[in-house]
């Protein structure tokens, strides 16, 4: 492989990686090259996990973890539609099958509305299967914030935002070593 200069070196073609490479090329003064040893981007768990796009309805109102779960799910969605990444924002159901499961219902009926999330509703026993077929309980909350989405697809897309961006992302580039070079590193796939 023939030798690429970059300001950072991002090792993994995860969501993770490559969102942190998003980020710091967004910057406009590093240049940034994603190495994944991988064939392909999101090969690892990035790419095998549930593909749920969660809400922020179970965490604490006001906290920081709240906040960013919120506004993340926001930014995806707006992220798929821009980049036509297949995603469903299908809601989701928490149901409640027995009297002593009410309280937990209502304490993320709470937290839900107090982290902003929009059309948050309890629904009645003879609701529910009109959500959800299959569905069986004497209460439920829910949740249209939450969707589906995949994943892989939204690795491509960040990926071909860095790389609009100047950057660069290699598959098959598995880090053999680092090592010094004067003021920098060399790392060696």
Known sequence: ???????????GGGLVGLGVALALGARGDLSVAVLEAEDRLAFHQSGHNSGVIHSGLYYKPGSLKAALCVEG??????????EGIAHAR???????TRED??????????RGRANGLAGVRRL???????VEPQATGIAALF????????????ARA???RIEAGGGTVLTGARVAGVRRNGTGLVVET
């Open 124 to 130: 009645a026993a003879g609701e529910i299967r009109e």
């Open 90 to 96: 299908c809601g989701k159901l928490v149901v409640a």
């Open 101 to 110: 499961e009410l309280p937990r219902l209502e304490e993320l009926e709470r």
């Open 73 to 82: 799910a926001r930014e995806l969605f707006r992220l798929c539609e821009e």
């Open 143 to 154: 949740v249209p914030e939450t969707g589906i989405v995949d994943y892989p697809g939204v």
């Open 158 to 160: 960040y990926a071909r």
């Open 1 to 11: 492989m023939s030798a690429i200069r970059c300001d950072v070196a991002v090792v």
